[in-house]
């Protein structure tokens, strides 16, 4: 497909808003960024609508066009999803794990613990579920891992380590990959549904704080 005016604002400002450089409910003056990029209004317009598409950027009467911000429930169910993509990933995964696997897993987990940061446990985090479902073999089911994180963005993943914290996910990580280490496939499947079901009884809490 050609590519248009709208391209590097749509890529410029989606990646913006996966960052969490801009923050959800930010407006997104037309104006202003077509000044940044030195064009008109529209293909600026045509970028915001593509974001509309992708749930990124609402656009409301009198206002203009905004960063989307996910309700309590659209959270939660995305933490729901993450349930049934992750465990299938581990539990096909699991058979082809190799010695190197563990070991880099847990020199990550090493690391990990010595961080002190939100946004370090956040990317730490990440990783070492990535790593958990990369021998699966499956290309599609993880790319589906990976847009289900890219959906919930820098902001949101943050909001998730923050309420968290960093000592029962890192428990609940260790006895993961012990199980993964005995080839107990039930019991570390077992294990990470509960993991990631913590998580999202934690969030729910920390959401109605009003955090």
Known sequence: MPSSAADP???DVRAQILSGAIKPGSPLRQDEIAKRFGVSKIPVREAL?????ENL???ERNKGATV??????EILQLLDIRVALECRALELAI???ITS?????RQLLADYAQRTEVAQWSAMNARFHHMLYEPCGNTLLLAMIDDLQERLGQYLRLLVSTASGLERPMREH?????????????GAV?????HIEATQKEVAAFLRRGI
């Open 174 to 186: 260790d006895k993961i990959l012990e199980a993964c280490e005995k080839q107990d496939v039930e």
């Open 49 to 53: 609508r593509r974001l509309e598409v």
């Open 68 to 73: 989307r911000q996910h309700s309590e429930k």
């Open 9 to 11: 604002i749509y890529d």
């Open 95 to 97: 058979p082809s794990m």
């Open 101 to 105: 696997d563990f070991r880099d897993m």
């Open 190 to 194: 077992g294990m990470l549904r509960q």
């Open 57 to 59: 950027v609402t656009f």
